[in-house]
């Protein structure tokens, strides 16, 4: 079946820098990706639908300059959170489909 | 838009009992019913899945019902083991064949005690 792999597993960064998130797609090509957040007990937030070769889709409410989704190639979707705060620390999933998610992010921002 | 609702939040078992998590939908356009499973730490993973045509679809222990004039479905899982303890999501998506969004339910935490 599909597989998605997620980069970093973990991340804890400073406040103010910038954090690169990886999704790849390993046996199949996406042209889609979904890219969600979760806070701790909570259920999964849709933050942005990525399209390969075109701009990313936001959902209300998200910030685009903050949140940079990126889609070059039909296997590889990045999530860049910039200028990172603490209230950006959460767990953070992206998916392919509604079969192949992958494996998180736990991102803390000190 | 859709809206999917999921009760209850929380779910404590005995080994081997079983275990029954309900989710309504609102947008009766919605034709694809998954079930996630994620473990702490980890990434959703669909566990059973069904679509409007079908009133009920069974994999082992794992059961999930349809009733699309209510606009409900429920997971059902029989023989629970300490295994099954995770937190489960019921995801409704109104299915065209593009790439819809899912739309999630809160979420139950289940705990399976030996």
């Known amino acids: 079946g599909a597989v998605v792999s997620q980069h970093p597993s973990r991340v804890i960064c400073k406040s103010g820098t910038s954090v690169k998130i990886e999704c790849r797609s390993l046996?199949?090509?996406?042209?889609?990706m979904f890219w969600y957040r979760q806070f701790p007990k909570q259920s999964l937030m849709l933050m942005a639908t990525?399209?390969?070769?075109?701009?990313?889709?936001?959902e209300q409410g998200v910030e685009k300059d903050k949140f940079l989704i990126n889609h070059a190639s039909l296997t590889l979707s990045t999530l860049t959170v910039t200028s990172a705060h603490p209230e950006d620390s959460s767990f953070y999933i992206c998916?392919?489909?509604?079969?192949?998610f992958g494996s998180g992010t736990r991102l803390t921002v000190v | 838009g859709e809206n999917v609702e999921q009760h209850p939040s929380t779910l404590s078992v005995q080994e081997g009992d079983s275990a029954v998590i309900k989710c309504t939908y609102s947008?009766?356009?919605?034709?694809?019913f998954p079930w996630y499973k994620q473990e702490l730490g980890k990434g959703p993973q669909l566990i059973i899945d069904?679509?409007?045509?079908?009133g009920e679809k069974k994999d082992q222990r794992i059961a999930v019902t349809l009733n699309k004039t209510a606009k409900h479905f429920s997971l059902h899982i029989t023989e629970t083991q300490p295994e099954d303890s995770a937190v489960y999501f019921c995801?409704?998506?109104?299915?065209?064949?593009?790439?819809?969004?899912?739309?999630f339910g809160a979420g139950t935490r289940l705990a399976v005690h030996p």
């Open positions: 947008d009766s356009a919605s034709n694809y």
């Open positions: 990525s399209n390969e070769g075109s701009k990313a889709t936001y």
């Open positions: 046996d199949f090509q996406a042209t889609t």
């Open positions: 995801a409704a998506i109104r299915d065209s064949g593009g790439y819809n969004k899912l739309i």
């Open positions: 069904i679509r409007s045509n079908v």
């Open positions: 998916s392919s489909d509604r079969h192949a």
